[in-house]
């Protein structure tokens, strides 16, 4: 079984800094891609910061010079280091992985961690 386990998410005023990892655990043979949703209340589930297994990235707009999603030299934990935090930045923070597995690629989430952006 897969899991994403996440970590990083808290309190922090605006202009401040947060760095959310995910691990991904379990049985799969390899990451396609890995990437960071949020969800804010009220609000359609959107798109943050993604990376595929060949180091492309991309980012909503609204993150662009502020976020920056990595990994580290095994590929399964991602990191997102996201600075110049703004109240709009409030949200569950889900991780997304991609993964290739026995059955063919399958898509994961993780539990979501909560982001809140004092101003």
């Known amino acids: 079984q897969v899991q994403l386990l996440e970590a990083g998410g808290g309190l922090v005023q605006a202009g401040g800094s947060l760095r959310l990892s995910c691990a991904a655990s379990?049985?799969?043979?390899?990451?396609?891609?890995m990437g960071w949703y949020r969800q804010a209340p009220g609000k359609q589930r959107e798109l943050v910061a993604g990376l595929t297994s060949g180091g492309s990235t991309n980012y909503a707009d609204s993150v662009k010079g502020r976020f920056t999603i990595s990994r580290v030299n095994a590929k399964t934990t991602v990191y997102l280091q996201m600075n110049s935090l703004k109240p709009e930045d409030t949200a569950v923070y889900y991780c997304?992985?991609?993964?290739?597995?026995?059955?063919?690629?399958?898509?994961?989430w993780g539990k979501g961690t909560l982001v809140t952006v004092s101003s």
């Open positions: 997304n992985a991609d993964l290739y597995t026995s059955l063919g690629l399958r898509a994961y």
């Open positions: 379990g049985s799969f043979l390899s990451v396609n891609t």
